[in-house]
């Protein structure tokens, strides 16, 4: 097997067998969430993201874990993608893929904002590689913060979405009550809001979508059993569908059990384009301009 190779085990035996990569005929696809820094090889995920075909992929930077390997790593990981693909003759003529950030502080995480923390989130969403901020919103599945903090910050991370004029990427689990009256009360952000790893019914979507909101599809999309996500993916507007992985957790079939990668993407915008009747270079370019338009990047 070769790096370039996209493997899944069959059998009792987990014998590896080739996946073949889904045809994109050339239209870009935008991984709109990843986790690079949390991956074993940030560089080799990259390279094997620009032999699939992804333009772009945008990246988490959680200020209170480790952010600032993310911002000081970014083109290190790029370079060491682009010899990889140079070195290999099946690769040769593939591209890094443009890599952009996501600055925040996880809901898990909230106890730990302060004055200090929004002023280095402050300083971070002044870099020109910063596109958005988060992860914000609430977690009750785990309550690593408590709920009346994970409130009173992502309130506080709304508004400075709006001051900032950056876009929101939002995690609620066990929480969209809560997450939407408080999006209510404060307004989505001019620039827009995610609502990342969307795995619930489109009855839940809609007051968010009456809202203004995107709905960020990732690997639950493709799994067998989980028909109310594919009924969202199915039926909601044709603009407000992003693709991501949230990558290295939650790969998509046909990758189940392993880590995941932003290259996987492909396999959930097949899965979308497959439940919506159309090609997928079409759904591939619609979710990307969408991307495109709501983070501030190239039109490709």
Not at 192 to 219: M, Q, S, T, W
Request: charged content about 20%; hydrophobic content about 45%; glycine content about 6%.
């Amino acid at each position: 097997m070769n790096s370039f190779e996209f493997i899944t085990y069959k059998g009792k035996k987990k014998l590896p067998v080739q996946v073949p990569l889904p045809d994109l005929q050339g239209a870009s696809l935008i991984e709109t969430h990843a986790h690079l820094d949390m991956l074993e090889d940030p560089a080799l995920a990259l390279a094997r993201a620009g032999f699939a075909g992804l333009t772009t992929v945008l990246t988490i930077a959680d200020i209170s874990v480790r952010a600032e390997t993310t911002y000081g790593m970014l083109e290190v990981w790029r370079e060491g993608a682009q010899m990889l693909l140079d070195a290999s003759p099946d690769a040769q003529q593939a591209t890094v893929p443009d890599t952009y950030i996501i600055a925040g502080i996880h809901p898990h995480n909230s106890r730990h904002f302060d004055a200090a923390a929004e002023k280095h989130l402050r300083r971070l969403a002044e870099d020109s590689r910063t596109v958005a901020l988060g992860e914000a919103g609430l977690d009750y599945y785990y309550d690593h913060s408590p709920r009346d903090v994970q409130r009173a910050v992502f309130r506080r991370k709304l508004e400075l979405a709006h001051e900032l004029d950056l876009p929101v990427i939002v995690h609620l689990r066990d929480a969209h009550d809560d997450g939407l009256h408080i999006l209510t009360e404060l307004g989505v952000p001019a620039r827009g809001a995610v609502l990342h790893c969307y795995n619930r019914d489109l009855k839940i979507a809609e007051p968010f979508l009456d809202l203004g909101c995107v709905l960020g599809f990732g690997g639950p999309v493709t799994f067998k059993s989980a028909h109310e996500v594919k009924a969202a993916a199915q039926a909601a507007p044709a603009d407000r569908i992003l693709i991501e992985t949230d990558c290295p957790f939650m790969a998509p079939t046909p990758f189940r059990g392993q880590k995941c990668e932003p290259a996987h993407c492909l396999w959930v915008a097949q899965e979308i384009a497959d439940l919506r009747n159309m090609p997928l270079f079409e759904l591939a370019q619609q979710t990307s301009n969408t991307a495109a338009s709501i983070f501030r990047l190239p039109q490709i």
